[in-house]
């Protein structure tokens, strides 16, 4: 499945912004869905992701950060409140057929990423 991640940009401490990864090449209703992120100097690492109507998430981006998609727009969006100078990092969109983790080898197909800034 092809990925296409957009809207990425600057933000302040405490701001808000949306991200949303088309997707195209497969049936998206039923697949994994993820965000991944990878900050300077550090690895890559799951964020959020969503399956067979199971939302996964990693704990430090509890209660800021949702999760959706538009099965008719074949698109994901990433909802990031409350965003912290931690948060910044290039985020990235992984799909699968199905669940099977947070490490991203798991996934195969990716988007080519967005970059989020977040200054204090």
């Known amino acids: 499945v092809q990925l296409q991640a957009s809207g990425g940009g600057l933000v302040q401490a405490g701001g808000s912004l949306r991200l949303s990864c088309a997707a195209s090449?497969?049936?998206?209703?039923?697949?994994?869905m993820g965000w991944f992120r990878q900050a300077p100097g550090k690895e890559r690492e799951f964020v959020l992701g969503?399956?067979?109507?199971?939302?996964y998430y990693t704990d430090s981006v509890k209660d800021r950060f949702t999760i959706s998609r538009d099965n008719a727009k074949n698109t994901v969006y990433l909802q990031m409140n409350s965003l912290k100078p931690e948060d910044t990092a290039v985020y990235y969109c992984?799909?699968?057929?199905?669940?099977?983790?947070?490490?991203?080898?798991?996934?195969?197909?990716w988007g080519q990423g967005t970059l989020v800034t977040v200054s204090s």
């Open positions: 992984a799909a699968g057929s199905r669940y099977v983790g947070s490490s991203p080898t798991a996934y195969r197909d």
């Open positions: 090449g497969r049936t998206f209703s039923n697949i994994f």
């Open positions: 969503m399956w067979s109507g199971t939302i």
